[in-house]
């Protein structure tokens, strides 16, 4: 445990990935912060390649794969951003790609998979079609490069919050969205080297598999996939979940309607147009203002793969 919240190896990550990342922007919006009552910074991953934070952890991965297991290629299952990521990383690699996608995708989603020459084979919803994927791929001699439950992935997605912290250090506290916790961990890992107090996640309250499993210290499976933000609906990962524990103060949940609201809100201050997933983290600020008001905060807007807004 004590080597996986190594600060270093994100250090090490964020060099490694350098010349394959883009190091996104970090957006303050005056008007944002008066419709919080709070000071945000906001780190755009929805500017990051393919749309979402994910492709630091693919990255991440893929490049300590040894020859050999590039050779194979590589498989996953995935909602549609750690798979777009994967194959958009595997494409500049020379790596197959195979992910296995549910039925209820969103087309934004698949297409960006399918944009980047995925092999895409699609599964019935729900975390056990994943499992039973998983299972089948594993006789391939592909390498499974999974969405978040990983050392190498969570290191990838920290790199995010190092990038923040060292642009912005002195902030009162962090949040990020939870799904499976990959990018929840490596903020958290982050977070605390760089001295920051108090760490967050925000989910769903339609997924909030991860607020259960914090408060019980028990790992819970994932509820039924019927929330909007589809980036979340997954159960948070047996070797995320102790670094969460360890590391994260609270999860925090907020309605889907909330989301729906701060995504708008983003939008008409800012331009900036998220995933309602990513918009949890700024809903979780007007929902708690116990915990937000006035603070210093950074906030990892985690994906921007949606459908624009009607003209």
Same mark, same amino acid.
């Given at each position: ?174 949040? #990020?969205?939870?799904?499976? $916790?990959?990018?929840? !961990? &490596?903020?958290? *890992? =982050?977070?605390? %080297? ?98 937000? #008001?006035?603070?210093?905060? $950074?906030?990892?807007? !985690? &994906?921007?793969? *949606? =459908?624009?807004? %009607?003209?």
């Amino acid at each position: 445990m004590t080597s996986q919240l190594d600060y270093s190896h994100i250090v090490t990550a964020a060099e490694r990935l350098a010349p394959m990342v883009r190091r996104t922007t970090v957006l303050v919006s005056l008007k944002l912060n008066e419709a919080l009552n709070a000071q945000v910074w906001l780190k755009c991953e929805h500017l990051q390649h393919t749309g979402a934070f994910k492709f630091r952890g693919a990255c991440n991965a893929l490049l300590q794969l040894t020859d050999e297991e590039r050779a194979r290629g590589v498989y996953t299952v995935s909602s549609g951003n750690h798979g777009a990521a994967l194959a958009a990383a595997g494409k500049q690699l020379g790596i197959k790609v195979r992910v296995g996608v549910a039925a209820n995708a969103s087309p934004v989603k698949r297409a960006n998979m399918a944009k980047y020459d995925a092999e895409l084979i699609t599964i019935e919803p729900g975390m056990a079609a994943r499992e039973a994927f998983v299972a089948a791929q594993q006789s391939t001699g592909k390498s499974f490069v999974p969405p978040y439950n990983h050392p190498h992935i969570w290191q990838g997605q920290g790199t995010a919050a190092h990038e923040l912290l060292n642009e912005q250090p002195d902030l009162d506290c962090i949040i #990020a969205p939870l799904g499976g $916790g990959g990018l929840l !961990s &490596g903020t958290a *890992i =982050a977070a605390q %080297a760089k001295g920051v107090k108090r760490v967050y996640g925000v989910e769903p309250e339609l997924a909030a598999d991860g607020q259960a499993s914090f408060q019980t210290g028990v790992l819970q499976p994932a509820m039924p996939p019927m929330s909007i933000c589809d980036g979340l609906l997954t159960s948070v990962g047996d070797k995320t979940f102790p670094i969460i524990r360890a590391l994260v103060n609270d999860v925090l949940v907020v309605s889907d309607s909330e989301a729906l609201a701060a995504q708008k809100l983003v939008f008409e201050l800012t331009e900036q147009w998220i995933e309602p997933s990513s918009a949890t983290v700024i809903a979780a600020i007007k929902r708690y203002p116990e915990l937000f #008001a006035k603070q210093r905060i $950074g906030v990892i807007i !985690s &994906g921007g793969n *949606i =459908a624009p807004p %009607a003209a």
